[in-house]
Every structure is written in structure tokens, then in C-alpha cells.
RNA sequence: GUGGUUGUAGCUCAGCUGGUUAGAGCAUUGGUUUGUGGUACCAAGGGUCGCGGGUUCGAAUCCCGUCUUCCACCCCA
């Protein structure tokens, strides 16, 4: 045997069972979408670099799977720069297209390409592959799922507030019960750092930050020290690190911290009526948590940030986050189109649900009936119910080849078909076919037509 | 990108400090059983020990490289 094939390392093939579970959660997914007004739309699985790059900062640009160009594409690249050996500089000259990275990109590109045709506020869904050149660990490929929804062309607040209830409403119908939906505003981290001024060093005063429950309130410390951040600065965050209780008392300690912040304030005001309103509305299952240590997609965010956390019980990274981004299409030159969404991970959905055996049984479809072949003359015969059958709308199937009873047998065994056909001459003659139950053993003669009935 | 970990039959894994022809269970195929399966018994097929190099009289076993797996960091769904 010549060595095995394979595939390569972060993708994944998935078998009949995998598929069947994979699609019920998307259909859930796609369920809740339609049930709040989005509508779907596809992009190509790649786009030019430029639309890209730079968007997802220095770690996202080494994370993008860049497409070699076709034909001599080394011939286009000068002699001087070839032997610099800069990958950086050679990689624009040999590569021009890329591996969507995430949907969220995009869509603002689809946005501005199509702004004309577009009836705002457009609220769109998109469920597609996208792909990180990663390194591999749990929870995380390099191809993987991401289902998306968003709206642009809305400032309202109240979207929001759908989204939160869009979070519950996916995984009540999941039935993965006690999910925290996290929610920050950038807002507010940029009203902190201004007040600690550190307004220049808002990313790695949030990185920082985004560490506490992982590293601890010490190692944050030093790590925003080293990043030149003033201790006299560090020292009014105290209250920050010891922030507790409920979403209100929360919110009452930010408002002494943030007192002299204009920017924190109007954060604060997003928060408390993102809050009000979910308060009255009501969750299903889910848990509506303010977390300001949560620190996402800071590349263009600018208000509300979400991130999804399974259940404690499972040790997963966040299966869902999303959040508002005023100027996203700005990047492609259409300015003041805001827009907010949240994105669903699928694979690590499928994980979690899989973690906690919460995939109901009835996922993968089978056939009903599987025609035992007992020949020529026998399987035309059969074919004919079967067509009959299907008609009807009744999973059936032939076995193809007039191999050894046991063998057929052994197949509708191993692929649990609860019953199955017995044709013979016997049959044949009285125009009757026997039904076999595989559970009981029992069988019966039928005729096509209490076939037919007991099926449909 | 950094550090660690893993790789033996289709699958799950044994194989002690290097020593004849590398094993088991499950699965597969055939038989006991020509139109009645699941169970049982019997038998058979199937492996360049991830790949490449090195040390050695001798390597699945030791060393180096490489790929892969899983985990942590970075970052993220």
C-alpha cells in the first residue's frame, strides 16, 4: 500500500453523522435569523488582498492565507527585491488574492459595492467557511464556520437590544441552556484610558486588561507598566480590578470612575439602556453579563462589544461575539453607514453541544425500507414499488447486487434500516410483498398499496 | 510565530533497559447456515512501525531533522 493520503492540518472531512449534526445547527441558526428579519447573502471564498489586509491588524495579516498568484509569478518580482529575501515586501508582488479571514470584512466590502441597490437598514445573515492560518488546538481550525448577522444603515440602540435577545432566542432552541453574553462598550475603554492617560495606548491597555480573569490582577499590572503605562495612571484602575456585583451596581462604580470622561459617559448610557430594555424584555435562558475587561475586535469596534462563553461546566474558548462599528465601510470609502452584528461559531457550537450529549437523537435521516435483491426479475419488480414508494414521499432504497441474504441483511443492520422487503418468487406470483421488522422480527404480507399506507 | 506533546493493521492500542518471522481487541472477508439478519464458534487477509537521515553487528525501540496530532502562549470563533 502506498502511503495513506491526507488532509492538511486545522481542516477536517465530516462523515454522514457529523454532517446531519453540523446542519441542524445551522438550520437552528438560519431559523432564528429569518425569525428576526435578516436575509442571506453569499461572498467568494477569496478576495483581493487589499480588501484584507490591514484590517485585522498585524496579527490578523499573518493570519490571512495568502493566494499565489497563477503563471510566472516570479518573474514580476526585481532582481534587488528577490534578493532581500523580505518576505513581507516579495508577498504583495506574488500574491494578490486571499482567503476570506473572517464575514464580517466582506460584507462592509459588499456594502459599499452594492450601496446603491441596498434598502437601509439591511439587515443580512451569512453562514460560510472562513479560514486563519493558525496553529491548530481545541476549538480551533484553520477552516471553520462562522454564521453572521448584522445591520447597517441603523444607529439605533434598539438593534442592540435584538441581538442580545437574538443570542438567547439561537441557543434556547440549541437547547444549550446557561450561556453568559458578555457585553462591553468601546466607549468605555477609551473613556478609562483617557482618564489614566493612556489614550494612545488603548489596545494594549485593553489587551491587558482582556487578561484579568486569565492572569490575574499582579500580571496585568506589570504587563501595562512594561507597555508605558504610568503607575499613577495603573493606580486609578484599583476600583476596576475589583468591579463587582450586578449590571446596576457596575455601572454605578464606571460612573465615579469615569465621572470626567465625556466619551465613558456616553458609553455608560449605551450599557444602561442596552440593560433597561433587557430587563423588560426578558431572557429565555441566557445571562446578560457586563464585563469590562472584555476587549474584541478593537479594530473597528466602537461600541458595544459581545462575546458568547459556554457554561462553565465547559472549557471552551467564546463560541459567539460581535459588537457596533460605526465606520467599518469607511475603510472602502463610504462613510456614516454604521453597523452592529454578531457572528455564531459553529464548530465550537457543535463542540460544546457534543461536550454536553445535547444533539437530539433524531438528527441524521435514514431510509425506511431497504429491497432485499433476489435477482433480475425480482429487483425490476421492486423498483417498481420503490418508485410508488418515493411518490409518496417514503425514504426506499434497492440493494444493488442479489448477494447472499445475510449480507444484505447485515447491511440494513449496520445502517439501521428498521425494516426491510422480502421479494421472492413466492411474492412475485401474488403480487405481495413481505415486510420485515428488524427491531421485532416480526413480518408481515402486505400489499403495495398497505405498503404504501403503513408508511406514509 | 514560541514552547511542549503525539504518530505501530481500517479503528483503539500493547510491544520491558535496542536482539529471530512486530502482537491483541474491534472491524473486514470466507465458513458452520443455498429465502431470513443481530449471537456464537472456526479460519483467512491486512503493517515500507509517519517520513528522511544518523549511531550500532543489529533500531518500532537511541539521536537529529521534517511532517502530523493534541495542549499552552500570542491571537481568536
Given at each position: 500500500?502506498?502511503?495513506k493520503?491526507?488532509i492538511p492540518?486545522?481542516?477536517?472531512?465530516?462523515?454522514?453523522?457529523?454532517?446531519?449534526k453540523?446542519?441542524?445547527?445551522?438550520?437552528?441558526?438560519?431559523?432564528?435569523?429569518?425569525?428576526?428579519?435578516f436575509?442571506?447573502?453569499?461572498?467568494?471564498?477569496?478576495?483581493?488582498?487589499?480588501?484584507?489586509?490591514?484590517?485585522?491588524?498585524?496579527?490578523?495579516d499573518?493570519l490571512i492565507?495568502?493566494?499565489?498568484?497563477?503563471?510566472?509569478?516570479?518573474?514580476?518580482?526585481?532582481?534587488?527585491?528577490?534578493s532581500?529575501?523580505?518576505?513581507?515586501?516579495?508577498?504583495?508582488?506574488i500574491s494578490?488574492?486571499a482567503?476570506?479571514y473572517?464575514?464580517?470584512v466582506p460584507f462592509?466590502?459588499y456594502?459599499v459595492?452594492h450601496q446603491n441597490?441596498?434598502?437601509?437598514?439591511?439587515?443580512?445573515?451569512?453562514m460560510?467557511?472562513v479560514?486563519?492560518a493558525?496553529?491548530?488546538?481545541?476549538g480551533?481550525f484553520?477552516?471553520f464556520?462562522?454564521?453572521d448577522?448584522?445591520?447597517?444603515?441603523?444607529?439605533?440602540l434598539w438593534q442592540?437590544?435584538?441581538?442580545?435577545?437574538?443570542?438567547d432566542?439561537?441557543?434556547?432552541?440549541l437547547?444549550?441552556?446557561?450561556?453568559?453574553?458578555?457585553?462591553?462598550?468601546r466607549k468605555?475603554?477609551?473613556?478609562?484610558a483617557?482618564?489614566?492617560?493612556?489614550?494612545d495606548?488603548l489596545?494594549d491597555?485593553?489587551?491587558a486588561?482582556d487578561?484579568?480573569?486569565?492572569?490575574?490582577?499582579e500580571?496585568?499590572?506589570?504587563e501595562m507598566?512594561e507597555?508605558?503605562?504610568?503607575?499613577?495612571?495603573i493606580?486609578?484602575?484599583?476600583p476596576?480590578f475589583t468591579?463587582?456585583?450586578?449590571?446596576n451596581?457596575?455601572?454605578?462604580?464606571?460612573?465615579?470612575i469615569?465621572?470626567?470622561?465625556e466619551?465613558?459617559?456616553?458609553?455608560i448610557?449605551e450599557?444602561?439602556?442596552?440593560?433597561?430594555a433587557?430587563?423588560?424584555?426578558?431572557?429565555q435562558?441566557?445571562?446578560?453579563?457586563?464585563?469590562?475587561?472584555l476587549?474584541?475586535?478593537?479594530?473597528?469596534?466602537?461600541?458595544?462589544?459581545f462575546?458568547?462563553?459556554?457554561?462553565?461546566t465547559v472549557?471552551?474558548?467564546s463560541?459567539?461575539?460581535?459588537?457596533?462599528y460605526?465606520?467599518?465601510?469607511?475603510?472602502?470609502?463610504l462613510k456614516?453607514?454604521s453597523g452592529?452584528?454578531?457572528?455564531?461559531?459553529?464548530?465550537?457550537?457543535?463542540?460544546?453541544?457534543?461536550?454536553?450529549?445535547?444533539?437530539?437523537?433524531t438528527?441524521s435521516k435514514?431510509?425506511d425500507?431497504?429491497?432485499?435483491?433476489f435477482?433480475e426479475?425480482?429487483?425490476?419488480?421492486?423498483?417498481k414499488?420503490?418508485?410508488?414508494?418515493?411518490?409518496?414521499?417514503?425514504?426506499?432504497?434497492?440493494?444493488p447486487?442479489?448477494?447472499?441474504?445475510?449480507?444484505?441483511?447485515?447491511?440494513?443492520?449496520?445502517?439501521?434500516?428498521?425494516f426491510v422487503?422480502?421479494?421472492?418468487?413466492?411474492?412475485?406470483?401474488s403480487?405481495?410483498?413481505?415486510l420485515?421488522?428488524?427491531?421485532?422480527?416480526?413480518?408481515f404480507?402486505?400489499?403495495?398499496?398497505?405498503?404504501?399506507?403503513?408508511?406514509q
Open positions: 500500500m502506498a502511503q493520503p491526507g492540518k486545522g481542516t477536517r472531512d465530516f462523515n454522514p453523522e457529523q454532517v446531519a453540523r446542519n441542524y445547527i445551522f438550520n437552528t441558526i438560519q431559523h432564528q435569523f429569518e425569525l428576526y428579519g436575509q442571506s447573502i453569499e461572498t467568494p471564498s477569496f478576495e483581493n488582498s487589499e480588501t484584507l489586509m490591514g484590517k485585522y491588524g498585524d496579527e490578523g499573518r492565507f495568502k493566494i499565489l498568484n497563477s503563471g510566472d509569478y516570479l518573474s514580476k518580482v526585481d532582481n534587488n527585491l528577490y532581500k529575501k523580505d518576505s513581507n515586501a516579495i508577498t504583495s508582488k494578490e488574492k482567503l476570506r473572517d464575514l464580517t462592509a466590502r456594502v459595492q441597490e441596498i434598502e437601509f437598514p439591511f439587515k443580512r445573515y451569512q460560510q467557511p479560514w486563519r493558525d496553529r491548530p488546538q481545541k480551533r484553520r477552516e464556520y462562522q454564521c448577522a448584522d445591520v447597517v444603515g441603523s444607529t439605533s442592540e437590544v435584538e441581538f442580545v435577545q437574538l443570542y432566542a439561537v441557543f434556547t432552541a437547547k444549550l441552556e446557561g450561556v453568559t453574553i458578555k457585553i462591553n462598550n468605555i475603554l477609551s473613556g478609562i483617557e482618564v489614566i492617560g493612556a489614550s495606548k489596545i491597555f485593553t489587551v486588561l487578561k484579568l480573569d486569565k492572569i490575574g490582577e500580571k496585568v499590572k506589570e507598566l507597555k508605558g503605562i504610568s503607575k499613577e495612571g493606580e486609578k484602575l484599583q476596576l468591579l463587582s456585583g450586578s449590571f451596581s457596575q455601572i454605578e462604580q464606571l460612573k465615579a469615569l465621572s470626567t470622561s466619551e465613558g459617559n456616553k458609553g448610557e450599557l444602561e439602556f442596552i440593560d433597561k433587557i430587563t423588560e424584555l426578558g431572557l435562558t441566557a445571562t446578560l453579563q457586563l464585563d469590562v475587561t476587549a474584541r475586535g478593537l479594530n473597528y469596534y466602537t461600541g458595544a462589544i462575546e458568547v462563553s459556554a457554561p462553565e472549557k471552551m474558548g463560541i459567539g461575539g460581535g459588537g457596533r460605526d465606520d467599518l465601510t469607511g475603510i472602502f470609502g456614516d453607514v452592529v452584528g454578531i457572528s455564531f461559531g459553529l464548530d465550537r457550537i457543535y463542540l460544546v453541544l457534543e461536550e454536553l450529549n445535547l444533539f437530539p437523537e438528527v435514514n431510509i425500507l431497504l429491497f432485499i435483491n435477482g426479475t425480482e429487483a425490476l419488480f421492486c423498483l414499488a420503490i418508485k410508488q414508494l418515493r411518490l409518496n414521499s417514503i425514504n426506499a432504497e434497492l440493494y447486487d442479489a448477494a447472499k441474504m445475510k449480507k444484505q441483511m447485515n447491511h440494513a443492520n449496520k445502517r439501521n434500516i428498521p422487503v422480502l421479494v421472492g418468487d413466492e411474492e412475485l406470483e403480487e405481495s410483498y413481505t420485515k421488522n428488524m427491531t421485532t422480527g416480526e413480518q404480507k402486505l400489499s403495495l398499496k398497505e405498503l404504501i399506507l403503513k408508511f
